[in-house]
Every structure is written in structure tokens, then in C-alpha cells.
């Protein structure tokens, strides 16, 4: 059975940090392409980080300089580092495994997490 589950959202105030984490089960973490993306009231849901198998990243241009995507192997687990947090970053928080290794545009997701999340307050 797959399950990606996140964890460490909550509500801060702008300039500060969140780290989330994604554990991830019932398939091959270290051999698939791992999203974050958001989604916030109102909103489409939006990609904000990838990673693939080679541990190369990729960030929308809104949250670049300000989060970190990575993952441990060994723990099967995807973190989001999110630092100077903005109030525009208020959204839940997804990560998801997407089809093949390597990330691209237009990739489809195999599986999604339930979704932690994030409040930043000014």
C-alpha cells in the first residue's frame, strides 16, 4: 500500500521557518522524480519544488533563494526547508511521486499526500 505522508506544517509569522516532511511508502522513493505543491484558498494548485533521482532540484520562481527541497533515501523521506516565509506562501502543502526518475514539465503524478498545512501570518 502507498502512502506519502506530511508532516511539520503550522502557522507562523512572516520571515519565519517551516520544515516539511513527506514519508513516503509502498514503492521505490529513491527511484522516482518527488514534487512539492501548494494550493492555497481560491487557488490552483501550484508546483513549487522537484527533485529527481540524481538529487537535482528545481524551484518556481516565487520560492527560489527561500525553500529547499531534499530527500534522505535511507528514510524514504522528502523534506521542503521553507525559510523567510511570506504570507503568500499560506497554502496546503502536498508532495507527490511522480512517473519515472527524471522531473519535467507536464509529468503526471502516480500519488499524492493527504496534504499539511501552512499559515503565515504578517
Known amino acids: 500500500q502507498v502512502q506519502l505522508v506530511e508532516s511539520g506544517g503550522g502557522s507562523v509569522q512572516a520571515g519565519g521557518s517551516l520544515r516539511l516532511s513527506c514519508a513516503a511508502s509502498?514503492?521505490?522513493?529513491?527511484?522516482?522524480?518527488m514534487r512539492w505543491f501548494r494550493q492555497a484558498p481560491g487557488k490552483k494548485r501550484e508546483g513549487v519544488a522537484t527533485?529527481?533521482?540524481?538529487?537535482?532540484?528545481s524551484y518556481t520562481d516565487s520560492v527560489k533563494g527561500r525553500f529547499t527541497i531534499s530527500k534522505d533515501n535511507a528514510k524514504n523521506t522528502l523534506y521542503l526547508q521553507m525559510n523567510s516565509l511570506k504570507p503568500e506562501d499560506t497554502a496546503m502543502y502536498y508532495c507527490?511521486?511522480?512517473?519515472?526518475?527524471?522531473?519535467?514539465?507536464?509529468?503526471?503524478?502516480?500519488?499524492w499526500g493527504q496534504g499539511t498545512e501552512v499559515t503565515v501570518s504578517s
Open positions: 507527490a511521486a511522480a512517473l519515472g526518475g527524471y522531473c519535467y514539465t507536464g509529468q503526471s503524478i502516480r500519488y
Open positions: 509502498g514503492y521505490t522513493f529513491s527511484s522516482t522524480c
Open positions: 527533485i529527481d533521482i540524481g538529487g537535482r532540484t
